[in-house]
């Protein structure tokens, strides 16, 4: 498999300086006011179009490229061991290496954004701080990350100075930072294809997470909150299945079936019509 370069951190957005941090309703979804790159076209089916600014099927049988089906330009690049399996890409973790993929970032997740991501976590006893998703420039850096927190159990930092306030839905972690995280209700399933929903408004400081398996019904809202500090992004690339540290990856033994990135916060109903579309 080809390899990808460590980000350098050269191209930094950072947005805002302290949030009171108050809480807020279940929203209807808001705009970063910022463009997409592109016209996602006919390859993404009946998904939400509007925001799409890229989009991955996972669906090649061979190689080390994923190409983004919205024709934005991100297209991935798988490395380490990886096998392609009945339409999703799963990268192993093998000892201390692993397979990940790299996705050059552009503008991705500056302002306002939505990642939704169907994937399946394997073997949790590997999985202990494990990145299922990383924009952070180091271990509870600047960006955010996605990751397990002992077993099953999911953690979220929006940044690695960020700190929650009490949220109306879940909890969240009692370390300062860089270890303070958001703690959704409920846990995820192993071996299982879930469809997982981050959403991030920059300017409420706020961000919701959804949940549902793949094949279940309209994802859930498993955590509802806002934080204090600055939102900045660095990283030239996202990652799935490792970090953005040299020496401490945190690997991930996870397959991935789709992953959407939109430049804008979804609502609870562009979520469930997503999910109800499903995987192409």
Avoid: C
């Avoid at 201390?96 to 993929?101: D, K, P, S």
């Avoid at 976590?121 to 397990?148: I, M, Q, V």
């Avoid at 009490?166 to 909890?171: A, D, L």
């Avoid at 949940?211 to 900045?232: H, K, M, R, W």
């Amino acid at each position: 498999m080809a390899s990808s370069s460590e980000a350098t951190g050269d191209t930094s957005t950072s947005v805002g300086t302290s949030s009171s941090g108050g809480e807020s309703s279940t929203g209807e979804g808001s705009s970063s006011g910022e463009e997409s790159t592109g016209d996602p076209g006919e390859g993404i089916g009946d998904l939400e179009p509007d925001g799409l600014a890229a989009a991955f099927t996972f669906n090649e049988e061979s190689g080390d490229m994923v190409p983004d089906i919205t024709g934005n330009g991100h297209d991935a690049t798988v490395s380490g061991p990886s096998s392609w399996e009945e339409g999703t890409l799963h990268q192993i973790r093998d000892g201390e290496t692993n397979g990940w993929t790299s996705i050059p970032r552009g503008s991705l997740l500056d302002g306002d954004w939505t990642i939704q991501m169907w994937f399946a976590p394997h073997s949790h006893a590997n999985s202990n701080h494990a990145r299922a998703f990383s924009a952070s420039d180091g271990l509870g850096g600047r960006g955010p990350e996605f990751f397990y927190q002992g077993g099953n159990l999911l953690g979220f930092r929006i940044n690695g100075d960020a700190i929650w306030s009490e949220p109306t839905v879940g909890s969240r972690s009692n370390a300062g930072p860089p270890d303070h995280w958001a703690i959704p209700t409920e846990p995820m399933q192993m071996d299982v294809i879930t469809d997982l929903t981050i959403v991030h408004e920059v300017a409420a400081h706020r961000v919701r997470m959804y949940q549902s398996l793949a094949n279940d019904g309209a994802p859930t809202l498993i955590f509802d909150g806002t934080y204090v500090g600055d939102y900045e992004m660095v990283v030239e690339d996202l990652r799935l299945g490792r970090t953005h540290h040299d020496e401490h990856t945190r690997p991930l033994d996870g397959s991935f079936d789709q992953l959407l990135v939109y430049d804008r916060a979804l609502s609870k109903d562009e979520i469930d019509h997503n999910h109800g579309v499903g995987t192409l």
